[in-house]
């Protein structure tokens, strides 16, 4: 059963709000693995830990993961994260992914983007926040997602802030 509820966004997020909804993105990553064999099991904790960590903070934006091209640098499936605060928050279930698309030959990967407050600190403190997560990312250009289908409508939340999530699938 899928719930909404309005909430606005307070200090009374804690780490423990943000760890359930990064443990709603790691279910999410598991069943990617049972379904297609990545991202690789012992990194699923730390994908969880860092959009935790970022969401607690409010120095996530959007987090994206799924299987890319490398040649084109184009999604073959994607899942996208948004943080949300306030408004309309969705607690679904983890899953109800489209059906299984062939993704074979496909590399799995990950691209985060930070949010305005994370880009208003100092150099130093943007650099210390990246030492306190779990994933060591590198800069790069994000995926395109150009022609294919995009589904809304689900998400996690837990206390007046979470994430929305989208499915998107090449044609």
């Known amino acids: ?8 966004a307070s200090a009374s997020f804690t780490i423990n709000d943000a ?3 990064g443990g709603r993105v790691g279910a999410d990553l598991r069943l990617l ?13 730390d994908y969880a830990e860092e959009v935790a960590i970022l969401l607690n903070r409010r120095f996530l934006d959007t987090v994206d993961y799924g299987f ?3 040649g084109t640098n184009a999604w073959k499936f994607r899942l996208r994260y948004k943080a949300t605060a ?6 679904s279930r983890p899953g109800s992914f489209p059906d299984p698309v062939g993704l074979t030959g496909y590399g799995f990967h ?4 930070y949010s305005s407050s994370f ?22 250009t994000a995926p395109s997602a ?14 007046g802030a979470g994430v929305s999530r989208d499915v998107y699938v090449a044609y």
């Open 86 to 91: 306030g408004g309309q928050l969705t607690d």
């Open 119 to 140: 880009w208003l600190l100092t150099s130093s403190e943007q650099a210390g926040v990246k030492e306190d997560l779990p994933i060591s990312r590198t800069t790069g």
């Open 68 to 70: 890319r091209d490398t």
């Open 19 to 21: 760890r359930y909804v």
């Open 1 to 8: 059963m899928t719930g909404s509820y309005t909430r606005s």
């Open 146 to 159: 150009l022609a294919g289908t995009t589904t809304t409508g689900h998400g996690y939340a837990r206390n």
């Open 33 to 45: 693995y049972n379904l297609y064999g990545k991202p690789a099991r012992e990194s699923i904790e």
């Open 110 to 113: 990950s691209f985060l983007t």
